[in-house]
């Protein structure tokens, strides 16, 4: 079974940045899909950005792109999202998820449903 936790997030000034980890334990995070989600108060949960097993794919929602990066080091069994110039509306909780493979990887980047494993999630503030 693999197990996800989030780190790095917190309370952050509009144009500030932040750097989410998502940790894998319990199995390789090596042949997952990994995806960023973030759900804010009172909104659907929406997804932000994935990216492929070996990390050679990736893709941004509207909202994230040009803002925010998506990467992973494989050998530490970790992803990240990086996130620089926050605004207000990024404030949300944010989760890293995993899916068993790269299978339909662009098509279904956002379909939490090929998610099988989740992180408990962690809060992003953006706030003066």
């Known amino acids: 079974q693999l197990q996800l936790v989030e780190s790095g997030g917190g309370l952050v000034q509009p144009g500030g940045s932040l750097r989410l980890s998502c940790v894998a334990s319990g199995r390789t995070l090596e042949y997952h899909t990994v995806g960023w989600f973030r759900q804010a108060p009172g909104k659907e949960r929406e997804g932000v950005s994935c990216?492929?097993?070996?990390?050679?794919?990736?893709n941004y929602a509207d909202s994230a792109e040009g803002r925010f990066t998506i990467s992973r080091d494989n050998r530490k069994n970790t992803a990240y999202l990086q996130m620089n110039n926050l605004e207000a509306e990024d404030t949300a909780v944010y989760y890293c998820?995993?899916?068993?493979?790269?299978?339909?990887?662009?098509?279904?980047?956002?379909?939490?449903?090929?998610?099988?494993?989740w992180g408990q999630g962690i809060q992003v503030t953006v706030s003066e």
């Open positions: 990216i492929s097993s070996s990390g050679g794919g990736t």
């Open positions: 998820a995993a899916a068993e493979s790269d299978y339909n990887f662009h098509k279904a980047c956002y379909d939490s449903d090929r998610y099988r494993y």
